[in-house]
Protein backbone atom coordinates (compact mmCIF):
# COMPACT_ATOMS: atom_id res chain seq x y z
CA UNK A 1 0.00 0.00 0.00
CA UNK A 2 1.21 3.80 -0.80
CA UNK A 3 2.77 5.64 1.80
CA UNK A 4 -0.54 7.83 3.04
CA UNK A 5 2.05 10.40 4.98
CA UNK A 6 3.32 11.01 0.95
CA UNK A 7 0.27 10.97 -0.30
CA UNK A 8 -0.66 13.87 2.39
CA UNK A 9 2.30 15.70 1.31
CA UNK A 10 1.55 15.12 -2.40
CA UNK A 11 -2.01 16.41 -2.48
CA UNK A 12 -1.31 19.60 0.21
CA UNK A 13 1.65 20.85 -1.97
CA UNK A 14 0.41 20.42 -5.50
CA UNK A 15 -2.99 22.09 -4.41
CA UNK A 16 -1.49 24.97 -1.89
CA UNK A 17 -1.85 27.70 -4.25
CA UNK A 18 -5.79 27.11 -4.48
CA UNK A 19 -6.41 24.86 -1.39
CA UNK A 20 -10.07 25.89 0.11
CA UNK A 21 -11.08 25.02 3.20
CA UNK A 22 -13.47 22.07 1.88
CA UNK A 23 -10.71 20.57 -0.02
CA UNK A 24 -8.84 20.60 3.09
CA UNK A 25 -11.45 18.64 4.94
CA UNK A 26 -11.76 15.96 2.02
CA UNK A 27 -7.78 15.37 1.79
CA UNK A 28 -8.35 14.79 5.78
CA UNK A 29 -10.81 12.46 5.02
CA UNK A 30 -9.54 10.46 1.97
CA UNK A 31 -6.46 10.47 4.42
CA UNK A 32 -8.82 8.37 6.66
CA UNK A 33 -10.12 6.02 4.06
CA UNK A 34 -6.82 5.36 2.56
CA UNK A 35 -5.63 4.59 6.04
CA UNK A 36 -8.55 1.66 6.36
CA UNK A 37 -7.61 0.38 2.99
CA UNK A 38 -7.98 -3.21 4.19
CA UNK A 39 -11.52 -2.52 5.97
CA UNK A 40 -14.74 -2.81 4.45
CA UNK A 41 -15.34 0.98 3.18
CA UNK A 42 -15.89 3.45 0.33
CA UNK A 43 -15.22 6.57 -0.20
CA UNK A 44 -18.28 9.83 -1.49
CA UNK A 45 -17.19 12.80 -2.97
CA UNK A 46 -20.02 15.24 -3.77
CA UNK A 47 -19.19 18.70 -5.54
CA UNK A 48 -20.79 21.45 -6.89
CA UNK A 49 -19.97 23.01 -10.08
CA UNK A 50 -16.27 25.27 -9.66
CA UNK A 51 -15.77 23.51 -6.94
CA UNK A 52 -12.61 21.52 -8.05
CA UNK A 53 -13.58 18.12 -7.62
CA UNK A 54 -11.91 16.85 -10.46
CA UNK A 55 -8.83 18.74 -9.82
CA UNK A 56 -8.75 16.86 -6.12
CA UNK A 57 -9.44 13.56 -7.69
CA UNK A 58 -6.79 14.10 -10.67
CA UNK A 59 -4.33 14.88 -8.14
CA UNK A 60 -4.60 12.01 -5.62
CA UNK A 61 -4.59 9.80 -8.64
CA UNK A 62 -0.89 11.25 -9.57
CA UNK A 63 -0.06 10.89 -5.90
CA UNK A 64 -1.42 7.21 -5.80
CA UNK A 65 -0.17 6.00 -9.08
CA UNK A 66 3.63 7.61 -8.28
CA UNK A 67 3.66 5.47 -5.19
CA UNK A 68 2.69 2.24 -7.31
CA UNK A 69 -1.15 2.03 -6.69
CA UNK A 70 -3.31 0.97 -9.45
CA UNK A 71 -6.25 3.67 -10.20
CA UNK A 72 -8.93 2.92 -12.44
CA UNK A 73 -10.93 6.00 -13.82
CA UNK A 74 -14.55 5.29 -15.29
CA UNK A 75 -17.67 7.17 -15.76
CA UNK A 76 -21.10 6.47 -16.62
CA UNK A 77 -21.02 7.83 -20.71
CA UNK A 78 -18.57 8.10 -23.12
CA UNK A 79 -18.36 11.77 -23.16
CA UNK A 80 -18.27 11.81 -19.57
CA UNK A 81 -15.21 9.57 -19.85
CA UNK A 82 -13.31 12.10 -22.54
CA UNK A 83 -14.75 14.65 -19.92
CA UNK A 84 -12.69 12.82 -17.18
CA UNK A 85 -9.49 11.95 -19.52
CA UNK A 86 -9.22 15.65 -20.42
CA UNK A 87 -9.41 16.64 -16.78
CA UNK A 88 -7.11 14.64 -15.09
CA UNK A 89 -4.77 13.62 -17.99
CA UNK A 90 -5.24 9.96 -17.29
CA UNK A 91 -7.30 7.83 -19.46
CA UNK A 92 -10.76 7.20 -18.51
CA UNK A 93 -13.28 4.16 -19.53
CA UNK A 94 -17.03 3.89 -18.90
CA UNK A 95 -18.49 1.51 -16.29
CA UNK A 96 -20.16 -0.30 -19.03
CA UNK A 97 -17.30 -1.54 -20.80
CA UNK A 98 -15.08 -1.78 -17.80
CA UNK A 99 -17.69 -4.34 -15.66
CA UNK A 100 -19.35 -5.74 -18.63
CA UNK A 101 -18.14 -8.72 -20.78
CA UNK A 102 -21.23 -10.29 -23.69
CA UNK A 103 -21.49 -13.65 -24.49
CA UNK A 104 -23.96 -15.69 -27.41
CA UNK A 105 -26.35 -17.13 -26.66
CA UNK A 106 -26.93 -20.62 -28.81
CA UNK A 107 -29.51 -18.69 -30.98
CA UNK A 108 -27.22 -15.72 -31.23
CA UNK A 109 -28.52 -13.19 -29.21
CA UNK A 110 -26.37 -11.42 -26.45
CA UNK A 111 -26.24 -12.06 -22.98
CA UNK A 112 -24.88 -9.28 -20.51
CA UNK A 113 -22.80 -10.89 -17.66
CA UNK A 114 -20.35 -8.90 -15.02
CA UNK A 115 -16.54 -9.61 -15.53
CA UNK A 116 -13.90 -11.16 -13.11
CA UNK A 117 -12.64 -8.39 -11.63
CA UNK A 118 -8.73 -9.31 -11.67
CA UNK A 119 -7.69 -6.64 -10.25
CA UNK A 120 -6.06 -6.50 -6.96
CA UNK A 121 -5.11 -3.15 -4.51
CA UNK A 122 -7.02 -0.86 -7.30
CA UNK A 123 -9.17 2.22 -6.21
CA UNK A 124 -11.85 2.73 -8.81
CA UNK A 125 -12.69 6.18 -9.40
CA UNK A 126 -15.77 6.93 -10.23
CA UNK A 127 -17.38 10.21 -11.75
CA UNK A 128 -20.20 11.76 -12.45
CA UNK A 129 -22.09 9.32 -10.18
CA UNK A 130 -25.27 11.39 -10.36
CA UNK A 131 -26.28 9.26 -13.27
CA UNK A 132 -25.42 6.13 -12.04
CA UNK A 133 -29.16 4.56 -10.97
CA UNK A 134 -30.50 1.52 -9.42
CA UNK A 135 -33.15 0.49 -11.13
CA UNK A 136 -33.18 -2.63 -13.40
CA UNK A 137 -33.81 -0.67 -16.83
CA UNK A 138 -30.40 1.03 -15.92
CA UNK A 139 -28.00 -2.02 -16.61
CA UNK A 140 -27.58 -4.13 -19.01
CA UNK A 141 -27.80 -7.04 -16.99
CA UNK A 142 -31.47 -6.49 -15.94
CA UNK A 143 -30.69 -7.13 -12.26
CA UNK A 144 -32.31 -5.86 -9.16
CA UNK A 145 -30.32 -2.96 -7.79
CA UNK A 146 -29.48 -1.95 -11.37
CA UNK A 147 -25.98 -0.43 -12.66
CA UNK A 148 -24.96 0.86 -8.92
CA UNK A 149 -25.32 -2.63 -7.44
CA UNK A 150 -23.42 -4.58 -10.68
CA UNK A 151 -20.13 -1.60 -10.17
CA UNK A 152 -20.20 -2.41 -6.85
CA UNK A 153 -20.38 -6.16 -7.36
CA UNK A 154 -17.75 -6.25 -9.76
CA UNK A 155 -15.21 -4.17 -7.37
CA UNK A 156 -15.48 -6.22 -4.69
CA UNK A 157 -14.75 -9.60 -6.42
CA UNK A 158 -10.75 -8.15 -7.15
CA UNK A 159 -8.41 -8.32 -3.96
CA UNK A 160 -8.48 -5.34 -1.91
CA UNK A 161 -10.09 -2.95 -4.14
CA UNK A 162 -11.74 0.40 -3.55
CA UNK A 163 -14.70 2.42 -4.86
CA UNK A 164 -14.21 6.12 -4.89
CA UNK A 165 -17.55 7.76 -5.88
CA UNK A 166 -17.61 11.46 -7.42
CA UNK A 167 -20.65 13.37 -8.21
CA UNK A 168 -22.63 16.74 -7.87
CA UNK A 169 -26.68 15.86 -6.13
CA UNK A 170 -27.68 19.07 -7.24
CA UNK A 171 -28.11 17.83 -10.79
CA UNK A 172 -30.77 15.94 -12.18
CA UNK A 173 -31.21 12.26 -11.21
CA UNK A 174 -31.35 9.10 -13.13
CA UNK A 175 -34.62 8.86 -15.42
CA UNK A 176 -37.33 7.32 -13.14
CA UNK A 177 -35.57 8.21 -9.64
CA UNK A 178 -36.24 10.82 -7.51
CA UNK A 179 -32.61 10.84 -6.34
CA UNK A 180 -29.14 9.88 -7.37
CA UNK A 181 -28.37 6.54 -5.32
CA UNK A 182 -24.93 6.26 -5.82
CA UNK A 183 -24.81 9.80 -3.81
CA UNK A 184 -27.06 9.03 -0.67
CA UNK A 185 -24.49 7.57 1.71
CA UNK A 186 -27.56 5.04 3.30
CA UNK A 187 -27.81 3.82 -0.25
CA UNK A 188 -23.81 2.69 -0.34
CA UNK A 189 -24.23 1.82 3.28
CA UNK A 190 -26.24 -1.11 2.11
CA UNK A 191 -22.97 -2.18 0.63
CA UNK A 192 -20.48 -0.81 2.96
CA UNK A 193 -19.55 -1.02 6.05
CA UNK A 194 -18.81 2.39 6.54
CA UNK A 195 -19.24 5.12 3.71
CA UNK A 196 -16.05 7.49 4.08
CA UNK A 197 -17.63 11.08 2.56
CA UNK A 198 -16.67 14.55 1.99
CA UNK A 199 -18.57 17.34 0.34
CA UNK A 200 -16.99 20.46 -1.36
CA UNK A 201 -19.42 23.72 -1.65
CA UNK A 202 -16.52 26.50 -2.19
CA UNK A 203 -16.40 27.77 -5.99
CA UNK A 204 -12.24 28.14 -6.67
CA UNK A 205 -11.29 31.89 -6.40
CA UNK A 206 -9.84 31.91 -10.27
CA UNK A 207 -13.85 30.56 -10.98
CA UNK A 208 -15.18 33.47 -9.12
CA UNK A 209 -15.56 35.78 -12.60
CA UNK A 210 -17.76 33.43 -14.59
CA UNK A 211 -20.77 34.13 -15.15
CA UNK A 212 -21.89 30.33 -15.76
CA UNK A 213 -20.46 29.45 -12.44
CA UNK A 214 -22.16 32.09 -10.60
CA UNK A 215 -25.55 31.13 -11.90
CA UNK A 216 -25.63 27.94 -11.14
CA UNK A 217 -23.90 28.30 -7.72
CA UNK A 218 -27.48 30.54 -7.15
CA UNK A 219 -29.16 27.67 -8.59
CA UNK A 220 -27.58 25.60 -6.24
CA UNK A 221 -28.58 27.76 -2.92
CA UNK A 222 -32.17 27.66 -4.58
CA UNK A 223 -32.08 23.71 -5.26
CA UNK A 224 -30.08 23.37 -1.01
CA UNK A 225 -32.78 25.27 0.17
CA UNK A 226 -35.79 24.95 -2.08
CA UNK A 227 -38.57 26.87 -0.93
CA UNK A 228 -40.06 27.61 -4.28
CA UNK A 229 -37.82 30.93 -5.45
CA UNK A 230 -36.79 30.37 -9.00
CA UNK A 231 -33.67 32.73 -10.50
CA UNK A 232 -33.70 35.80 -12.52
CA UNK A 233 -30.41 36.20 -14.42
CA UNK A 234 -28.80 39.13 -15.28
CA UNK A 235 -27.16 38.61 -18.28
CA UNK A 236 -25.56 42.43 -18.65
CA UNK A 237 -23.27 40.97 -15.61
CA UNK A 238 -20.46 38.53 -17.41
CA UNK A 239 -19.13 37.89 -20.76
CA UNK A 240 -19.95 34.66 -20.48
CA UNK A 241 -23.37 34.35 -19.86
CA UNK A 242 -25.65 36.00 -22.16
CA UNK A 243 -29.48 35.58 -23.56
CA UNK A 244 -30.34 35.98 -27.82
CA UNK A 245 -33.59 35.73 -29.68
CA UNK A 246 -34.42 32.50 -32.01
CA UNK A 247 -33.90 35.02 -35.00
CA UNK A 248 -30.26 35.19 -33.99
CA UNK A 249 -29.62 31.73 -33.09
CA UNK A 250 -28.41 30.16 -35.82
CA UNK A 251 -25.98 32.81 -36.75
CA UNK A 252 -24.26 32.25 -33.08
CA UNK A 253 -24.38 28.30 -33.89
CA UNK A 254 -22.38 29.11 -36.59
CA UNK A 255 -19.87 31.08 -35.26
CA UNK A 256 -19.73 29.10 -32.43
CA UNK A 257 -19.16 25.95 -35.01
CA UNK A 258 -16.17 28.39 -36.27
CA UNK A 259 -14.26 29.25 -33.09
CA UNK A 260 -14.98 26.16 -31.15
CA UNK A 261 -15.76 23.16 -33.28
CA UNK A 262 -18.79 21.27 -33.68
CA UNK A 263 -17.61 18.83 -30.82
CA UNK A 264 -17.60 21.87 -28.41
CA UNK A 265 -20.83 23.53 -29.29
CA UNK A 266 -24.67 22.09 -28.15
CA UNK A 267 -27.92 22.75 -28.18
CA UNK A 268 -29.76 21.64 -24.92
CA UNK A 269 -33.48 21.24 -24.78
CA UNK A 270 -36.73 20.23 -22.46
CA UNK A 271 -37.60 17.63 -24.29
CA UNK A 272 -36.83 15.11 -27.35
CA UNK A 273 -39.93 16.84 -29.88
CA UNK A 274 -38.17 19.84 -29.07
CA UNK A 275 -34.21 18.78 -29.63
CA UNK A 276 -35.41 16.88 -33.01
CA UNK A 277 -36.79 20.50 -33.98
CA UNK A 278 -33.48 22.07 -33.40
CA UNK A 279 -31.89 19.39 -34.82
CA UNK A 280 -33.52 19.35 -38.63
CA UNK A 281 -33.39 23.49 -38.26
CA UNK A 282 -29.34 23.13 -37.57
CA UNK A 283 -28.52 20.37 -40.27
CA UNK A 284 -30.08 22.57 -42.97
CA UNK A 285 -29.03 25.68 -42.26
CA UNK A 286 -25.44 24.87 -41.24
CA UNK A 287 -24.56 22.12 -43.36
CA UNK A 288 -27.03 22.11 -45.97
CA UNK A 289 -28.51 18.55 -45.42
CA UNK A 290 -31.09 17.38 -47.21
CA UNK A 291 -30.71 13.69 -46.78
CA UNK A 292 -31.80 11.67 -43.19
CA UNK A 293 -28.79 11.30 -42.69
CA UNK A 294 -25.64 12.27 -44.40
CA UNK A 295 -21.58 11.92 -44.61
CA UNK A 296 -19.81 14.54 -41.73
CA UNK A 297 -23.56 14.20 -39.15
CA UNK A 298 -22.77 14.14 -35.83
CA UNK A 299 -25.46 11.31 -34.59
CA UNK A 300 -25.97 9.33 -31.18
CA UNK A 301 -27.22 6.14 -30.60
CA UNK A 302 -30.58 5.87 -28.47
CA UNK A 303 -30.35 1.96 -27.74
CA UNK A 304 -27.65 -0.70 -26.84
CA UNK A 305 -25.99 -2.49 -29.94
CA UNK A 306 -23.46 -5.55 -30.10
CA UNK A 307 -23.99 -6.82 -33.36
CA UNK A 308 -21.43 -4.41 -35.45
CA UNK A 309 -19.08 -4.15 -32.66
CA UNK A 310 -18.53 -8.00 -31.37
CA UNK A 311 -15.01 -8.57 -33.01
CA UNK A 312 -13.39 -5.13 -31.98
CA UNK A 313 -11.86 -5.80 -28.24
CA UNK A 314 -12.10 -2.35 -27.42
CA UNK A 315 -15.54 -1.84 -28.11
CA UNK A 316 -17.81 -4.77 -26.79
CA UNK A 317 -20.77 -2.99 -27.49
CA UNK A 318 -22.27 0.55 -28.98
CA UNK A 319 -24.00 1.84 -25.82
CA UNK A 320 -27.25 3.62 -25.77
CA UNK A 321 -25.75 7.82 -25.92
CA UNK A 322 -22.87 6.89 -27.34
CA UNK A 323 -21.97 9.75 -29.58
CA UNK A 324 -20.92 8.91 -34.12
CA UNK A 325 -19.63 10.41 -36.20
CA UNK A 326 -20.42 9.59 -39.91
CA UNK A 327 -17.90 9.51 -42.49
CA UNK A 328 -20.22 7.63 -45.55
CA UNK A 329 -23.71 6.85 -45.94
CA UNK A 330 -24.61 4.47 -48.63
CA UNK A 331 -26.97 1.84 -50.07
CA UNK A 332 -30.58 2.94 -49.13
CA UNK A 333 -33.15 0.13 -48.38
CA UNK A 334 -36.50 0.48 -48.02
CA UNK A 335 -38.76 -2.62 -46.14
CA UNK A 336 -42.53 -1.30 -46.26
CA UNK A 337 -42.29 2.16 -44.10
CA UNK A 338 -38.99 1.79 -42.61
CA UNK A 339 -35.67 3.09 -43.92
CA UNK A 340 -31.90 1.27 -43.72
CA UNK A 341 -29.23 2.91 -44.84
CA UNK A 342 -24.93 1.55 -44.33
CA UNK A 343 -22.61 3.70 -42.84
CA UNK A 344 -19.16 3.81 -41.78
CA UNK A 345 -17.98 6.08 -38.62
CA UNK A 346 -16.19 6.19 -35.25
CA UNK A 347 -16.98 6.60 -31.73
CA UNK A 348 -16.21 9.95 -29.90
CA UNK A 349 -14.57 7.69 -27.54
CA UNK A 350 -12.40 5.58 -29.82
CA UNK A 351 -12.03 8.28 -33.24
CA UNK A 352 -9.15 5.96 -34.16
CA UNK A 353 -11.20 3.13 -34.99
CA UNK A 354 -13.77 3.04 -38.48
CA UNK A 355 -16.99 0.87 -37.69
CA UNK A 356 -18.99 -0.27 -40.74
CA UNK A 357 -23.37 -0.78 -39.28
CA UNK A 358 -26.45 -0.73 -40.58
CA UNK A 359 -28.53 1.85 -39.25
CA UNK A 360 -32.63 2.39 -39.44
CA UNK A 361 -33.75 5.94 -40.30
CA UNK A 362 -37.24 5.96 -38.60
CA UNK A 363 -35.65 6.42 -35.13
CA UNK A 364 -34.42 10.06 -36.18
CA UNK A 365 -37.83 12.02 -36.82
CA UNK A 366 -39.45 10.19 -33.66
CA UNK A 367 -40.66 12.77 -31.19
CA UNK A 368 -39.43 10.04 -28.69
CA UNK A 369 -36.41 9.05 -27.75
CA UNK A 370 -36.05 6.76 -29.58
CA UNK A 371 -38.37 4.24 -32.05
CA UNK A 372 -41.31 3.73 -29.94
CA UNK A 373 -41.79 -0.22 -28.92
CA UNK A 374 -44.92 -0.61 -31.03
CA UNK A 375 -43.13 0.08 -34.22
CA UNK A 376 -40.19 -1.67 -33.37
CA UNK A 377 -42.94 -5.00 -32.93
CA UNK A 378 -44.15 -4.25 -35.82
CA UNK A 379 -41.23 -4.20 -38.34
CA UNK A 380 -39.71 -7.50 -36.06
CA UNK A 381 -42.83 -9.40 -36.59
CA UNK A 382 -42.80 -8.44 -40.19
CA UNK A 383 -39.16 -8.86 -40.45
CA UNK A 384 -38.90 -12.47 -38.87
CA UNK A 385 -42.10 -13.88 -40.89
CA UNK A 386 -40.03 -12.56 -44.05
CA UNK A 387 -36.97 -14.58 -42.78
CA UNK A 388 -39.39 -17.79 -42.49
CA UNK A 389 -40.63 -17.42 -46.00
CA UNK A 390 -36.95 -16.50 -47.63
CA UNK A 391 -34.71 -19.24 -45.83
CA UNK A 392 -37.96 -22.37 -45.32
CA UNK A 393 -36.10 -25.23 -43.45
CA UNK A 394 -33.19 -23.14 -42.63
CA UNK A 395 -34.93 -20.64 -40.65
CA UNK A 396 -33.42 -20.13 -36.81
CA UNK A 397 -32.96 -18.13 -34.36
CA UNK A 398 -29.53 -17.78 -35.05
CA UNK A 399 -30.65 -15.93 -38.24
CA UNK A 400 -33.12 -13.27 -36.69
CA UNK A 401 -30.16 -12.42 -34.10
CA UNK A 402 -27.65 -11.97 -37.06
CA UNK A 403 -30.03 -10.31 -39.64
CA UNK A 404 -28.45 -6.53 -40.73
CA UNK A 405 -31.91 -5.22 -40.26
CA UNK A 406 -33.17 -6.42 -37.00
CA UNK A 407 -29.88 -5.35 -35.59
CA UNK A 408 -30.13 -2.03 -37.22
CA UNK A 409 -28.22 1.04 -34.97
CA UNK A 410 -31.00 3.09 -34.15
CA UNK A 411 -29.76 6.77 -34.26
CA UNK A 412 -30.82 10.46 -32.96
CA UNK A 413 -29.09 13.73 -34.53
CA UNK A 414 -26.60 15.11 -31.84
CA UNK A 415 -26.26 19.01 -32.42
CA UNK A 416 -29.47 19.12 -29.71
CA UNK A 417 -29.55 17.04 -27.17
CA UNK A 418 -31.99 17.07 -24.08
CA UNK A 419 -30.89 17.86 -20.64
CA UNK A 420 -31.06 14.01 -19.43
CA UNK A 421 -28.58 12.98 -22.71
CA UNK A 422 -26.09 15.33 -22.02
CA UNK A 423 -24.92 14.74 -18.34
CA UNK A 424 -21.76 13.85 -17.74
CA UNK A 425 -20.96 15.90 -20.61
CA UNK A 426 -19.21 19.50 -21.26
CA UNK A 427 -19.36 21.91 -23.95
CA UNK A 428 -17.45 25.03 -24.61
CA UNK A 429 -20.64 26.66 -25.98
CA UNK A 430 -23.71 25.23 -24.31
CA UNK A 431 -27.01 27.08 -26.04
CA UNK A 432 -30.04 26.36 -23.47
CA UNK A 433 -33.49 26.50 -24.47
CA UNK A 434 -35.24 27.69 -22.13
CA UNK A 435 -38.83 27.67 -24.20
CA UNK A 436 -41.55 27.14 -20.89
CA UNK A 437 -45.27 25.95 -21.34
CA UNK A 438 -48.17 26.42 -19.64
CA UNK A 439 -47.80 23.03 -18.33
CA UNK A 440 -44.14 23.39 -17.56
CA UNK A 441 -43.92 23.20 -13.21
CA UNK A 442 -41.74 25.59 -11.93
CA UNK A 443 -40.62 23.36 -9.01
CA UNK A 444 -37.16 21.71 -7.80
CA UNK A 445 -36.89 19.44 -10.88
CA UNK A 446 -37.27 22.59 -13.13
CA UNK A 447 -34.20 23.91 -10.93
CA UNK A 448 -32.39 20.51 -11.09
CA UNK A 449 -32.92 20.69 -14.89
CA UNK A 450 -31.68 24.57 -15.07
CA UNK A 451 -28.51 23.94 -13.10
CA UNK A 452 -27.57 20.44 -14.90
CA UNK A 453 -27.92 22.20 -18.64
CA UNK A 454 -25.74 25.45 -17.21
CA UNK A 455 -22.91 23.12 -15.58
CA UNK A 456 -22.43 21.70 -18.63
CA UNK A 457 -20.63 24.92 -20.29
CA UNK A 458 -17.27 25.56 -19.91
CA UNK A 459 -16.79 29.06 -21.64
CA UNK A 460 -19.96 29.91 -22.83
CA UNK A 461 -23.43 29.83 -22.35
CA UNK A 462 -26.40 31.42 -24.35
CA UNK A 463 -30.37 31.11 -23.16
CA UNK A 464 -32.48 30.70 -25.98
CA UNK A 465 -35.54 33.71 -26.07
CA UNK A 466 -36.27 33.13 -21.82
CA UNK A 467 -39.43 34.23 -20.40
CA UNK A 468 -39.67 37.61 -18.89
CA UNK A 469 -39.83 35.75 -15.66
CA UNK A 470 -36.32 34.68 -15.62
CA UNK A 471 -34.87 37.72 -16.34
CA UNK A 472 -34.14 40.78 -14.47
CA UNK A 473 -35.71 43.88 -16.13
CA UNK A 474 -32.74 45.39 -17.92
CA UNK A 475 -32.07 42.23 -19.53
CA UNK A 476 -35.08 41.40 -20.66
CA UNK A 477 -35.34 44.82 -22.02
CA UNK A 478 -32.04 44.29 -23.42
CA UNK A 479 -33.42 41.13 -25.46
CA UNK A 480 -36.69 43.00 -25.84
CA UNK A 481 -34.75 45.96 -27.92
CA UNK A 482 -32.33 43.05 -29.62
CA UNK A 483 -35.38 41.63 -31.62
CA UNK A 484 -36.03 44.56 -33.94
Not at 31 to 41: A, G, Q, S, T, Y
Not at 139 to 149: A, D, T, Y
Not at 205 to 223: M, N
Request: aromatic share 8%.
Amino acid sequence: MASIHYVHKYLITNLNDRLTSDQSRAIDTLIEFLLNWKNDCCFLLKGYAGTGKTTLLGTLVRALREQSVACVLLAPTGRAAKVLSSATGFQSSTIHREIYAIAERNDGTPTYRLRENKRANTLFVVDEASIIGAGIDNSPSHRHGGLLRDLVEYIRGGRHCKLLLSGDEAQLPPIGENESPALQPSVLENYFGKVFQATLREVLRQDKESGVLHFATQLRGLIENYNGGMPRFDTLLYHDFSATRTNRLMEMIEESYRTVGLEETIVLCRSNRRAALINAAIRTSAFGYEEPLAGGDRVFACKNSYRWTKRIKEIPFIANGDMLRLHRVYNTTSVENFTFVDIDFTLEEYPGLEITATAMLNALQSPSASLPKAEQRAFYNMRVETLKETLGAEFSPRAVAEDPLLTALQLKHGYALTCHKSQGGQWAHVYLDVELFSTTARDLSFLRWLYTAISRATQRLVLISPPQELLTPESYETLADDEY
